[in-house]
């Protein structure tokens, strides 16, 4: 599948520090722009009568969920045999997505990758490599008490609820989430997460996950946050949720800020996948969120047809900056059962993380992790920027293709008289020379511009004898390619 063409909504709706008032208007559903994130606002023809009042209370949303393949085929074209083939599916995984979230969906695309993220596929009953797993984590074996997963010494994760706002496609969590109905009141499988997390003083950090907490009755929310912030040895109560992406209007809401934030210890830990789900709405509550002293985090799935290509994951990852959330986690899709279609190579991961060191602020870099199967926790995967190393020195690769020569400890370096004279790499760690750059560097053209510019200009590289800045050995052009583009 290929991604979508990132587009726009044509109509804005202010909606950032306090509620809209404006009356609304409303695009036709084939209504896109190029507008960078956050985007803006609009609804589908289906819900263009919709009262602001209404748009904007999640009440309203949630009640007037799609949910069914019969609401479906009214908003979106299917062939009979997909019609067919997600009827099927119906019955095995729900399907709830919010009037907002549906709205993002360009209905002419079949490979919208908001569509792909929330409409059921029937590609979702394949398992060709027969490795998909219910559990692909093996959460319920690391469960000493129903609901709550103690894997990390330090970390404990509590499922608190099986709703969601919106059943995202690829969860991981189908197991839980494939519970009809809800947990109203206190049960005691919640009063046993609770008093494992009491009694384990090594438990400093508490993930409150679901489903989406943030969907919990108001009372249950604030059973779990007063009783863990009444734990000393518990420093940090992570709120896992997607509600600031696939329902925003959640948080309109000042009273649930407000209890948010009176638990002191809460980060939250949202989950945006696409650009085009970064809206004004969402923008909004990220703010409220961050005035009410609650760091914002995000956890991105790396998807098949929805964030696959260097081009929407910087777009997503430059987007999430200006609003203030920090990309935490770029996670590798899990082998869940129903998510085949979604998992790309390892490779296509590390081409896209390449592609973000040293071309954007660090800040927005997510750490790209595998969370491993039988229970091995988030493994991070990386480009290879070690390139070779001695005992006196290492050599490093940086984003540019550049290698360079690196003493980690203050001693004498070996001396080039010490064996026979070398070439490439291995010079390097001989220590004659201190880096090598590859040929028609744009970084050393700027210096070589601003010398012609400024006489007075230095460098500053190093001591050498290469045709380029002091110090600098120029790689020589294989294939095509620098030699030190291979790393």
């Given at each position: 599948?290929t991604?979508?063409?990132?587009?726009?909504?044509?109509?804005?709706?202010?909606?950032?520090?306090?509620?809209?008032?404006?009356?609304?208007?409303?695009?036709?559903?084939?209504?896109?722009?190029?507008?960078?994130?956050?985007?803006?606002?609009?609804?589908?023809?289906?819900?263009?009568?919709?009262p602001?009042?209404?748009?904007?209370?999640?009440?309203?949303?949630?009640?007037?969920?799609?949910?069914?393949?019969?609401?479906?085929?009214t908003?979106?074209?299917?062939?009979p045999?997909?019609?067919?083939?997600?009827?099927?599916?119906?019955?095995?995984?729900?399907?709830?997505?919010?009037?907002?979230?549906?709205?993002?969906?360009?209905?002419?695309?079949?490979?919208?990758?908001i569509?792909?993220?929330?409409?059921?596929?029937?590609?979702?009953?394949?398992?060709?490599?027969?490795?998909?797993?219910?559990?692909?984590?093996?959460?319920?074996?690391?469960?000493?008490?129903?609901g709550?997963?103690?894997?990390?010494?330090?970390r404990?994760l509590?499922?608190?609820?099986?709703?969601?706002?919106?059943?995202?496609?690829?969860?991981?969590?189908?197991?839980?989430?494939l519970?009809?109905?809800?947990?109203?009141?206190?049960?005691?499988?919640?009063?046993r997460?609770?008093?494992?997390?009491?009694?384990?003083?090594?438990?400093?950090?508490?993930?409150?996950?679901?489903?989406?907490?943030?969907?919990?009755?108001?009372?249950?929310?604030?059973?779990?946050?007063?009783?863990?912030k009444?734990?000393?040895?518990v420093?940090?109560?992570?709120?896992?949720?997607?509600?600031?992406?696939?329902l925003?209007?959640?948080?309109?809401?000042?009273?649930?800020?407000?209890?948010?934030?009176?638990?002191?210890?809460?980060?939250?830990?949202?989950?945006?996948?696409?650009?085009?789900?970064?809206?004004?709405?969402?923008?909004?509550?990220?703010?409220?969120?961050?005035?009410?002293?609650?760091?914002v985090?995000?956890?991105?799935?790396?998807?098949?047809?929805?964030?696959?290509?260097?081009?929407?994951?910087?777009?997503?990852?430059?987007?999430?900056?200006?609003i203030?959330?920090?990309?935490?986690?770029?996670?590798?899709?899990?082998?869940?059962?129903?998510?085949?279609?979604?998992?790309?190579?390892?490779?296509?991961?590390?081409?896209?993380?390449?592609?973000?060191?040293?071309?954007?602020?660090?800040?927005?870099?997510?750490?790209?992790?595998?969370?491993?199967?039988?229970?091995?926790?988030?493994?991070?995967?990386?480009?290879?920027?070690l390139?070779?190393?001695?005992?006196?020195?290492?050599?490093?690769?940086?984003?540019?293709?550049?290698?360079?020569?690196?003493?980690?400890?203050?001693?004498p370096?070996l001396?080039?008289?010490?064996g026979p004279?070398t070439?490439?790499?291995?010079?390097?760690?001989?220590g004659?020379?201190?880096?090598?750059?590859?040929?028609g560097?744009?970084?050393?053209?700027?210096?070589?511009r601003?010398?012609?510019?400024?006489?007075g200009?230095?460098?500053?590289?190093?001591?050498?004898?290469?045709?380029?800045?002091?110090?600098?050995?120029p790689?020589?052009?294989?294939?095509?390619?620098?030699?030190?583009?291979?790393?």
């Amino acid at each position: 599948m290929t991604p979508a063409r990132v587009k726009r909504p044509v109509e804005a709706k202010p909606g950032m520090a306090e509620p809209d008032t404006r009356p609304s208007t409303t695009p036709a559903a084939s209504g896109f722009d190029d507008d960078e994130p956050p985007s803006r606002s609009r609804r589908l023809p289906a819900w263009q009568d919709v009262p602001d009042h209404l748009w904007t209370d999640w009440r309203w949303q949630t009640q007037n969920s799609v949910r069914s393949v019969r609401q479906l085929r009214t908003l979106l074209t299917f062939s009979p045999a997909e019609l067919e083939a997600i009827g099927r599916i119906e019955s095995e995984y729900k399907l709830a997505i919010p009037p907002y979230y549906f709205s993002l969906i360009d209905p002419d695309d079949p490979f919208d990758p908001i569509r792909l993220q929330s409409v059921p596929s029937p590609l979702e009953a394949q398992n060709q490599s027969g490795y998909e797993l219910e559990d692909p984590l093996e959460e319920d074996k690391d469960s000493p008490v129903p609901g709550l997963t103690h894997r990390y010494p330090d970390r404990a994760l509590l499922i608190t609820t099986p709703n969601c706002s919106m059943y995202c496609r690829y969860c991981t969590r189908k197991r839980a989430t494939l519970t009809r109905g809800g947990w109203e009141g206190i049960s005691a499988d919640d009063e046993r997460m609770i008093d494992y997390v009491r009694r384990t003083e090594s438990i400093r950090d508490v993930i409150v996950s679901g489903g989406d907490p943030l969907t919990l009755p108001v009372g249950k929310l604030r059973y779990y946050l007063d009783n863990l912030k009444a734990i000393d040895h518990v420093d940090v109560i992570r709120i896992g949720t997607r509600v600031p992406v696939t329902l925003p209007q959640r948080l309109f809401d000042q009273e649930l800020i407000d209890l948010l934030a009176s638990a002191e210890k809460v980060y939250i830990q949202t989950h945006f996948n696409h650009p085009r789900e970064i809206t004004p709405e969402s923008a909004r509550v990220v703010k409220a969120l961050l005035k009410a002293g609650m760091p914002v985090n995000n956890h991105s799935v790396l998807l098949k047809g929805v964030n696959d290509d260097l081009g929407t994951m910087r777009e997503l990852l430059r987007g999430l900056l200006r609003i203030k959330v920090r990309p935490y986690y770029l996670f590798h899709c899990d082998p869940v059962t129903g998510a085949g279609h979604f998992r790309t190579s390892v490779w296509k991961g590390l081409e896209i993380m390449e592609g973000l060191r040293g071309h954007m602020s660090g800040i927005g870099i997510p750490t790209y992790v595998v969370d491993s199967p039988h229970g091995g926790g988030k493994i991070p995967m990386m480009p290879n920027y070690l390139v070779s190393m001695a005992d006196d020195a290492v050599v490093l690769r940086n984003y540019e293709g550049m290698l360079i020569r690196y003493q980690a400890e203050d001693k004498p370096g070996l001396s080039p008289a010490a064996g026979p004279r070398t070439r490439g790499v291995s010079a390097l760690l001989q220590g004659d020379k201190t880096q090598l750059m590859p040929e028609g560097n744009e970084r050393m053209e700027r210096r070589r511009r601003m010398e012609v510019l400024d006489p007075g200009y230095e460098a500053g590289c190093g001591g050498g004898d290469s045709d380029g800045p002091p110090g600098v050995l120029p790689l020589p052009v294989m294939n095509g390619r620098h030699a030190a583009s291979n790393g």
